[in-house]
């Protein structure tokens, strides 16, 4: 690839079947600092994390009065279809909506570095619709937590991740209640069972920041577990306890657990909010968080098998820079690593929306957004655990994986074949890298639509 | 009678690596499934061991569903969606090793995940999984299989294996498929993961583009890939939603509800081919002793596996049970492993294709440090 192609598909989304490749690629991804818009109108235009937990709690409403009245009525509460039950409808087409905006926007953003980089870190931060409370949330966890602080510090990005009602909900800390604050001790004496939950406390250190295997124990787990209880959302809750200002996230002092914690050696006396806060204070400027984010971003530019060398300028940058991810990106920029580099397969996402952009189109209706990135595996705000979508050539390059994009680069054909000249297209994207056989298979096609079929499922197409 | 050059080749290397294991009872009829249940299944609440002094304390409300129930032996009580697996467990087809963990201890699902797949000592201590390692024992050409689109670690390896997942999107052309193969033919990746695709499409027949859904469509599915002298010999079946942190008795009936009828339809489509199968079904870790505060259980050590199938020794289970005492609990909070579940699949599908264990196991998993665990097939 030329540096052209490289700025377009290595670090961008792949080249406009309408324009030409930038003149001068470096500059062009300087650029797009400036032209990075955090909420276009498409996303400006989404339903909201307040209004979408008012709809949470409405639906958990509506679906406890249909058990009352089916288990009245004598009949089975449970449906046993594949279909989501109705209450949560209305969500499910939230979710629809926001991933067709989530397309959208990568289609026409004026900086597809930039967006690029949103979604490694909503993948990073990865939440899943796999759970029902996340299904609506999904969305505008991404476009609050994740776009407006892509060009801040990570510890900013950080302290919105952990606080945003999708996160809380997602790992389950909503509820987690200290076995010993006020709450938790008039439940113990009532008999009943409250307490804990460790999920986002341990996903915190082994995904979001420190990385597995680097030091932290399951003590450590368990004192930050304590250390978060009270970061939950308010209204939404049943009892009027927990109810809580809201619809927002809220630090709900009679659940959090009282008293000093240590964790990794450290003392942490603050008292309240503080007390989680100050942790991850320290665990965004951790060396090993440096060396997770480090190895992670060189992985998703330069390649399968990181360079050494890179990682450790990244590293070096995270510590120096306290986490400033402009800066960061910036060593990308500058990396022969990166320019240099071996080709990564793209995942779905990647493919679909290179596919997309060789044949102009400009925007895509939520469901076939969501329903095209299902049938290719990698369906949008849905991986299947919160360490989020691989991004190893493995993971994607499969035989069946293959064919379903064969089957969405006919479909596509289909739709906008007649006006495209595939030969003519062939050239703008890869210029002089295209390869003999991907030449020949156009050249041959029975038809405009078929030839274009074949430069989608090209191996130039599969790759960036 | 004629042999083919890769068969040949990869007698001789097998042969040079591997003098003394021996291929003549490898009977090309025997079929293993390995079911993984990603996420972390609860042991504790699929084959609950209610008869231990400790368990309703430790439960509270997770237990409600489990105590009354009639034990399958003096201790453990099989979860009551698990209807198809009580009954294979009547009919001696089913057994169940329990307390089993890994040589890995750190609660981290992808580590563990990675362990369990790979076969290794230690996480990515290997790039390769267990079952391309078997295939590598088999005899040349036996062929795997993935039901997902891509190829997941432990089939990921020098071997090459297939993946096949049904798509609801409209077929290709044949046409069009017959090109993008011409168009790939000289591509070092594409080219045999297409070759791959086109085999077991053509398998698959008219269940591709079905759109079969649910547990009973994916059970058949994986039956209508494993019959026949082309089916796949060894095939890995994903399942995730385990990890339940928090209301876990709704979310666990209906995952094991899933799980039942898969292995039903399973067992129902395979028919006669049922006696030469072997269904392994595991997890990564199991979950903590006690139900957490949200309902749910958090991440714990030992779990438990269940060995399903025509040629099992079933009607049985095997355990080391360590109690659930305050001072028996690993780390006092979770279920203490005392046997290993890598010793546990590896000796099973060692048997199971007639491959001598002691030459087998540190193959399939070079990482166990526990004893070999036989008799789990019968003999």
Known sequence: MDQAAIALNRFGLGGLGDQDPPSEPRRWLESQFAAYQPAPAIIASQTGSARLIEML?????????RKDEAR?????????????????????????????????????????????????????????????????LAGAYEFEAIRPHLLGRFGDMLNAVERHPGMLLYLDQAESIGPESPLGTRAAQRGKQRGLNENLAREILELHTLGVRTGYNQQDVTEFARALTGWTLGGIAKQPALRGPGPKFWFAAVI??????????KRYAQSGEAQAQAVLDDLAAHPSTAKHIAT?????????????????????????????????YRVLMDAPEVWGGTAKFRSPWDWTLAALRATGIKSLPGKSAAGTLQQLGQPIWKPSSPAGYDD???????????????????????RSGAGIDARKLAGRLFAGALSPSTAAAIQRAESGEQALALLLAAPEMMRR | MLLHRRQILAATAASLLLPQVSFAKAATERRLVFVIQRGAADGLATLAPTGDPGYASLRGDLAEDLLGLPKLSGMFALHPALKQINAMY???????????????????????????????????????????????????????????????????????VSSFAPSALPDASADLLQRVGSMYADDAQLHPLWEEAMQTRAMAGDLVGSNAKGALAAGKLIGSLMKGAEGARVVMVETTGWDTHAGQRARLNNQLEGLDAMLGALQADLGPVWADTLVVVATEFGRTAAVNGTGG???????????????????????????????????????????????????????????????????????????????????
């Open chain 1, 256 to 265: 959090h657990q009282p008293g000093t914690r240590t964790i990794m050696g």
């Open chain 2, 297 to 379: 259980t958090d991440h714990g050590t030992a779990s438990l596996a269940m060995l399903l199938g025509g040629t099992v020794a079933g009607g049985r289970i095997v355990s080391d049970w360590p109690g659930l005492g305050q001072s028996q609990l690993y780390e006092g909070r979770d279920l203490k492993p005392t046997m290993g579940l890598d010793a546990a699949i590896g000796t099973a599908v060692a048997e199971h294709f007639g491959l001598d264990p002691a030459m087998a196991l540190p193959q399939l998993f070079p990482g166990s440090k526990d004893p070999r665990i036989s008799g789990l097939i019968r003999g």
């Open chain 1, 392 to 414: 190893l050539a493995e993971s994607w390059a499969g035989p069946d994986a293959l064919v379903r994009r064969v089957e969405v680069a006919q479909r596509l054909a289909q």
């Open chain 2, 90 to 160: 009547g009919a001696r087809q089913a057994l169940f090793v329990n307390a089993v963990g890994l040589p890995y201890r750190d609660r981290s699902h992808f580590d563990a995940q990675n362990v369990l797949e790979t076969g290794g000592a230690l996480p990515y201590d290997r790039p390769d999984g267990w079952m391309n390692r078997l295939l590598g024992l088999l005899p040349a050409g036996e062929r795997g299989l993935a039901i997902s689109a891509t190829i997941p670690t432990a089939l990921r390896g020098p071997v090459q």
């Open chain 1, 72 to 136: 009245a009525a004598g009949t089975d509460p449970k449906p046993k279809d594949d279909n989501l039950p109705g209450p949560y409808r209305p969500l499910r087409e939230v979710y629809i909506q926001a991933a067709g905006a989530r397309i959208t926007a990568a289609l026409t953003s004026p900086a597809p570095f930039l967006e690029r980089l949103v979604h490694f870190w909503s993948n990073h931060f990865a939440i899943s619709i796999d759970k029902v409370s996340a299904l609506g």
């Open chain 1, 57 to 65: 709690r409405e639906a958990r409403d509506d679906r406890r009065e």
């Open chain 1, 296 to 328: 992670k971003l060189a992985r998703h530019f330069a390649g399968d098998v990181v360079p050494i060398a890179l990682v450790t300028r990244l590293e070096k940058t995270f510590l120096s820079t306290r986490g400033d991810l402009p800066s960061l």
